[in-house]
């Protein structure tokens, strides 16, 4: 027996879950069990759900439950009556699964009727630790990059690192042959890419099937129920706008469920938060602290907390078109079983403010309106975006949800949906975002970017065979170009400017020790990549809400530095600080 019955004369008034002690003054409604008599004195116990203190055996008893299970079925133990111990349940229908999960005990069950709300919230405390460790390790632990920098694989770096240097220091025309050769063809891949996804902008987009919206899917089944994140740190300034923009879609509100998921020690977005009048199908989830602070792992947090059968996600900063979730609702109702997740196009309203939001309005134009057509097309896994990024909830809990420890958590999810089988599929809809207008800042924010693609793509190479397998040849060679490629292209930014010096009287002994085809290759490569760029710049520049940013094109090779400067940050930081998350402020 796990506990030894209790005169009703030892029952001390103390609540159940100190903290939300007043939230959670609830009664008992109803109460099914099979010896209902033995209840009886938990109503008449001052209409109050109180418990004796906080004993070993009850601790005992709350170890052998699992968490996700009382999260599933929204229940959890309340107090105990003698041998009869009281679950607080919020539908009486989920009674035969909940006995299921529940361990065998000598005594009785009985359940009594709660607010779904005041349980999660109990929940909350009474898990907190389980949870929170929970939401660390959810990736399973070979597609995680959690063991980054452990001992082994640090020895294993550090020697990598000092065998590439030595190899530099003994042999350095050899090694510059070799880097060159390396950067044309990743270049060249990149043309490729570049090419393809300029030729399918032009090509027609395909039209709808008739009939397709909400309406229809209404006449078929219950429309689902969808659950957005929105992770919050620090985000006081920019709050109002987002509840404001989330208040204008035109989904049905009763049919939504919003999670502003913020950090428990995070005083100024609580603040801020509590001045606000927030619907009732908005709900804020504090994350417990832990040394390890990242938006994947507040996202891993409150996914056992959601009623949506769709999850996705927005950034603070966000203002998403009004039917933006009726869209991406008909495009998952539409779509074949293997489409796991749409993604919808991010622009920025902030484009005007400077030389620098301009430019990072055209690069993420490129992005999203171009190359991922192209990416698409060649059956490359797609690379996520961090917001207005949907997601079938069955698959995305298949997969393990996010990695909390990648600092780009978005693109590493992509090439998990696609390791398991699934699709991504863009979605005609747009989310307007504050583009990055301070250099440090931008350089910050990239540098967080880029060492994620680094540390994405060792933690997917580590057994190349089976990402080979799992993607096929064209997936496995496109995944190389996307995280490579990229990486690539920025930290060979200086070496392409100081090469193109000597090409202008710089005398450099290099130029004789290199053989000729190598340079032409190399040169041709960065001269006609960039020209494509600029093409493909254009072509995602050429509507007309967007053509005031023709004559920034032209200035776009005085951005890419900026770049370079951000991605010898990321290799810093890949091998001193690998989970850092550098925050980007918003509302400036």
Not at 18 to 25: E, F, K, N, V
Not at 367 to 382: A, K
Not at 461 to 482: C, E, K, N, S
């Amino acid at each position: 027996m796990l506990r030894e019955a209790a005169p009703a004369s030892d029952w001390k008034a103390e609540p159940l879950f100190p903290q939300r002690a007043r939230q959670m003054g609830a009664t008992l409604a109803a109460i099914s069990s099979e010896r209902s008599d033995n209840i009886a004195g938990a109503v008449a116990l001052d209409g109050q759900l109180r418990r004796p203190g906080r004993p070993a055996r009850d601790v005992r008893f709350l170890r052998r439950l699992d968490p996700k299970a009382c999260l599933a079925h929204c229940y959890i133990p309340w107090r105990w009556i003698g041998q009869t111990a009281v679950i607080a349940i919020a539908d009486e229908t989920d009674i035969p699964a909940i006995r299921r999960s529940l361990p065998a005990i000598e005594g009785k069950y009985a359940f009594a009727q709660v607010a779904r709300e005041e349980i999660r919230a109990a929940i909350a405390d009474v898990f907190s630790e389980r949870l929170a460790e929970a939401s660390e390790t959810r990736c399973p632990d070979f597609l995680s990059c959690r063991s980054w920098g452990q001992k082994r694989g640090s020895a294993l770096q550090i020697s990598g690192v000092m065998a590439l240097i030595a190899g530099i220091a003994l042999m350095p025309y050899l090694a510059l042959t070799a880097l060159l050769l390396w950067v044309s063809l990743m270049n060249f891949a990149t043309m490729v890419l570049r090419a393809v996804a300029l030729r399918e902008s032009f090509r027609p987009k395909k039209a709808a099937p008739a009939g397709n919206n909400v309406l229809a899917i209404s006449q078929h089944r219950t429309l689902p129920k969808v659950s957005v994140l929105i992770p919050l740190l620090r985000e006081d300034v920019v709050l109002r706008n987002l509840v404001a923009a989330l208040k204008k879609t035109s989904y049905p509100p009763e049919l939504l469920d919003v999670k502003l998921v913020t950090e428990a020690d995070d005083r100024a977005t609580e603040l801020a938060l509590a001045q606000i009048a927030l619907p009732d199908w908005m709900s804020i989830l504090p994350v417990p602290p832990a040394v390890l602070r990242t938006k994947p792992r507040a996202m891993n947090y409150a996914l056992d907390f959601c009623d949506g059968e769709i999850v996705g996600i927005y950034d603070a900063e966000d203002r998403p078109e009004p039917d933006q979730l009726r869209k991406i609702v008909e495009h998952l109702h539409f779509g074949p079983p293997d489409l796991a997740c749409v993604q919808g196009y991010l622009d920025f309203y902030n484009a005007k403010q400077n030389w620098l939001s301009r430019c990072f309005t055209i690069e993420y134009a490129v992005w999203f309106r171009v190359l991922l057509g192209g990416v698409q097309r060649l059956g490359i896994p797609l690379p996520l975006g961090g917001t207005t990024v949907f997601f079938r909830r069955g698959h995305l809990e298949e997969m393990g949800g996010w990695d909390a420890h990648n600092v780009t958590e978005d693109a590493d999810l992509g090439m998990r949906l696609a390791r398991f089988g699934y699709r991504t599929e863009m979605v005609a809809t747009t989310t307007m975002e504050e583009a990055n207008c301070s250099a440090l800042p931008w350089v910050k924010q990239r540098s967080r970017w880029l060492k994620g693609y680094a540390i994405t793509w060792a933690t997917h190479m580590r057994r190349p065979a089976t990402l080979l397998r799992d993607l096929g040849l064209a997936g496995f060679l496109g995944f190389q170009v996307l995280f490579l490629g990229a990486l690539t292209s920025y930290l060979a930014t200086p070496l392409f400017w100081l090469l193109w010096s000597g090409m202008f009287g710089l005398e450099l002994a290099l130029w004789e020790a290199v053989p000729l085809p190598v340079w032409i290759s190399f040169f041709s490569s960065m001269i006609i990549g960039q020209a494509l760029m600029l093409a493909v710049a254009f072509r995602a520049i050429w509507a007309e809400e967007r053509r005031h940013l023709w004559p920034t094109v032209l200035t776009l090779t005085l951005y890419w530095p900026l770049g370079a400067m951000a991605a010898y940050r990321a290799i810093f930081e890949l091998f001193t600080r690998p989970f850092y998350w550098a925050k980007t402020q918003h509302g400036i």
